[in-house]
């Protein structure tokens, strides 16, 4: 008898193996290398194209059903085991991998116990994002000491920022990682994973000033999901004196707008609802691939805002991309970050404000409320001019939800300079923000010309003040939506709750509601429960700085919604 990981694995893979017709008369003598069982196994197709299948020996069942799968099928396939940190680039990052991977031959398994190799798809940012990749790297160190050694060795690889900027700490510290490889090498990893079968070390941390993944589509790690993000650029060239992202993504370069359009329209036809357009720094797309682009005129940053590089003209621009991508499926709700708040042009909030399906939500990632903090961040922008634009930005799109991302503690911050961006979180109103202490990131410009003289203890004072005020704040913001209609995109259960739904507002606040029998608003629309990819309008009821609660009153389409408006 096999053990229960093998039959499932022959009754997957021994249909007919390799091909062969029934009647046909085959047979093999596998001894299987690879897992604890050894067993050998010997098949028969019979007449009825059938297989049996004796073993001499039953043993483990760790790892059997892979091997024989790989072996019966006459394939040396592979089972990655992928493992995303950090940013939302990353999890695009990921999904690039597994498309590369996948082509190569390779298999995905969600168990890593499972797993010929592991990636990490890794972040830099922060020093904590580091040190949670060197302490998985600890319990991937005792997995490789208990594999058996009837299996291959477990091979495990450093994708992505982490991997750029410490290239020859991550391969020499322990010996552990076998693969090393930077966010522009992904296309090299079937070779370095060649290299590394062979026992040896293999890396590539090259960057690229013009590679954007663009002929690769990428798979959807959550496949049948209601939200997906497209990445349209990597790389950025501001150079703020805190931030790694230029050293470890390299400089600016956009994906072709045609690829792009290529990618939203393949997830529409999956299904997808919402889509969110990704970059270090999203609306300065400048797309230079057709020769007729580079003739385009610069747009103008917004005013009050400067930059450390000259203009850059020609290309079609954000303002562009965001147009046709909104075109393509008028169901489809369109987000996009990371936004820089100098590039504003009027004819991107003039676009926001007219479509119905991109959402009436900003990011403007302020950082400081202190402008000599800001001059020292080199964020090209003073406390006044950001406000100028946050009230711009609120006359030409009205209820528009904004967000935001502080440091706590940056170099030379006083406490005076603290209290400015206190001021400035009351002022603002965010409803949602992103709030860090600062961490010190070799090769940034902060590191060669400034200190980090602000004591750890005084960083963690000032960013529980900061996170206290915007809390308290966001509160008061989403107060205000208490009795009103919300258009809810339904993302599915929520987590604390099977009788709940969650899914979130046009503004990106989270809404949860009970899961209930709900009226359509088409005229013949049948009464059912709510489904993720479900469009309903709920009535809030309750609110607290992050989530919002309501009761549901009908399920809707998202042209129906924006039309009774």
């Not at 830099?124 to 060197?134: H, L, P």
């Not at 147009?323 to 987000?335: A, F, H, N, T």
């Amino acid at each position: 008898l096999l053990p229960l990981s093998c039959t499932a694995a022959l009754a997957r893979t021994l249909h007919h193996p390799s091909g062969a017709s029934p009647g046909a008369t085959m047979s093999w003598g596998l001894s299987l290398v690879g897992c604890r069982c050894r067993q050998l196994l010997c098949c028969f197709p019979d007449s009825s194209g059938g297989v049996e299948a004796c073993s001499r020996r039953a043993g483990d069942r760790t790892g059997c059903g892979w091997e024989l799968s790989r072996l019966l099928c006459h394939t040396a396939f592979v089972a990655v085991y992928l493992e995303t940190y950090g940013c939302q680039m990353n999890v695009s990052d990921t999904e690039i991998v597994w498309a590369i991977l996948q082509k190569n031959g390779y298999a995905r398994t969600k168990e890593l116990g499972e797993a010929d190799v592991v990636l990490l798809v890794t972040c830099s940012v922060r020093e904590k994002a580091e040190q949670a990749i060197w302490n998985r790297l600890q319990h991937l160190k005792a997995l490789k000491a208990r594999r058996p050694q009837a299996r291959a060795p477990l091979r495990v690889g450093i994708l992505g920022c982490m991997a750029e900027r410490l290239k020859e700490e991550i391969l020499h510290r322990e010996k552990l990682v076998d693969v090393v490889a930077g966010p522009d090498a992904y296309r090299d990893l079937p070779r370095l994973l060649a290299v590394a079968e062979s026992g040896q070390q293999a890396a590539n941390v090259l960057l690229s000033l013009d590679e954007t993944y663009a002929d690769i589509l990428p798979v959807q790690t959550s496949a049948g999901g209601t939200t997906a993000f497209v990445s349209i650029m990597r790389g950025c060239d501001n150079m703020c004196s805190y931030c790694i992202v230029p050293f470890t993504r390299g400089r600016e370069r956009s994906r072709p707008i045609a690829s792009i359009l290529q990618e939203v329209r393949m997830l529409s036809d999956q299904g997808v609802k919402e889509v969110t357009l990704l970059g270090q720094n999203v609306n300065s797309f400048r797309d230079l691939s057709e020769v007729h682009f580079q003739s385009v005129a610069a747009p103008g940053l917004s005013r009050g805002f400067s930059t450390v590089y000259k203009a850059k003209p020609g290309g079609l621009r954000f303002s562009h991309l965001l147009d046709q991508v909104s075109r393509i499926d008028p169901e489809m709700r369109i987000r996009f970050t990371s936004p820089h708040p100098k590039d504003f042009p009027d004819e991107v909030l003039q676009l926001i404000q007219e479509r119905h399906n991109i959402c009436k939500q900003l990011h403007l990632p302020a950082q400081s409320g202190s402008t000599r903090v800001l001059e020292a961040m080199r964020r090209g922008y003073t406390r006044e001019a950001y406000l100028e634009l946050v009230h711009h930005v609120r006359d030409s799109i009205p209820g528009v939800s904004l967000s935001s991302d502080f440091i706590a503690g940056f170099c030379g911050e006083t406490e005076e300079d603290h209290l400015q961006t206190v001021s400035l979180l009351r002022e603002v109103r965010y409803n949602v923000g992103f709030l860090f202490a600062y961490s010190m990131r070799q090769k940034t410009r902060a590191h060669h010309r400034l200190q980090d003289d602000v004591p750890a203890d005084v960083k963690k004072r000032r960013l529980e003040q900061l996170i206290a005020t915007f809390r308290e704040e966001a509160a008061r913001a989403n107060a205000a939506l208490v009795g009103q209609a919300q258009l809810v995109l339904v993302e599915g259960p929520s987590k604390r709750s099977a009788s709940e739904l969650c899914g979130r507002n046009d503004g990106n606040i989270k809404v949860i509601f009970p899961d209930a029998e709900l009226e359509d608003a088409a005229e013949h629309g049948a009464p059912g429960r709510a489904q993720p990819g479900d469009y309903v309008v709920v009535k809030v009821t309750s609110a607290s700085s992050q989530t919002l609660r309501g009761v549901p009153l009908y399920r809707t389409t998202l042209s129906r919604a924006a039309a009774s408006h």
